[in-house]
């Protein structure tokens, strides 16, 4: 059996990891402790983020001919993605800030609904809040002036009752 027979299994894995995805990001991992390494797999598992290790030659094949072929010149040197079929912040957010306790943990660089993002670009990327922090805060914004409204009603009816008590 050639070579390639046996690594098109694990391309189309990767192909199916890929399919659907709206973000990958690309990491550094060599250096971090088994210990490290199973709790960020938690926490990346817990927000719906798959995270695998492959070899950069069979993730470069399978992104061929997608937006995530984009990764290709970041893809040296130990590599793994996290792969998020939903928010595109989320495994940028979830190891941007697992490596301020484990700086042997490098981003490289994702690609986000599209678009490429280098080390300096997933930083940022990592900082966009999620989806329900932003609702909490569409919602606050909402309420605060119907309940500004609602007590400047009550101070005008409670003056108005008080001349006829």
């Known amino acids: 059996m050639a070579k390639v027979e046996l690594k098109q299994p ?7 990891l890929l399919d659907g995805a709206v973000a990958v990001t690309a990491v550094d991992y060599l250096g971090l402790t088994v210990e490290q ?3 960020l797999r938690k926490q990346l598992r817990e927000a ?17 001919g997608t937006d995530f ?5 970041c893809l040296e040197g130990p590599t793994a993605i996290a792969v998020s079929k939903d928010d595109p912040a989320a495994a940028a957010r979830i190891i941007a800030k697992f490596a301020k306790d484990a700086p042997k943990l490098e981003l490289k660089a994702a690609v986000a609904e ?7 670009g997933v930083k940022v990327l990592s900082e ?3 989806r329900e922090e932003l609702l909490g805060r569409l919602c606050g914004s909402l309420q605060s002036p ?6 400047v009603l009550k101070q ?6 008080e001349p006829a008590a």
């Open 10 to 16: 694990i391309v189309d894995e990767i192909k199916a």
């Open 114 to 120: 599209g678009k490429f993002y280098d080390k300096d």
């Open 128 to 130: 966009i809040p999620t």
């Open 146 to 151: 119907i309940t500004n409204f609602a007590r």
């Open 48 to 64: 719906g983020v798959q995270y695998k290790v492959f070899k950069n030659t069979l993730i470069k094949r399978a992104a061929e």
């Open 37 to 39: 390494d199973t709790n």
């Open 69 to 73: 072929a984009q990764l290709d010149d």
């Open 156 to 161: 005008v009816a409670d003056k108005d009752a």
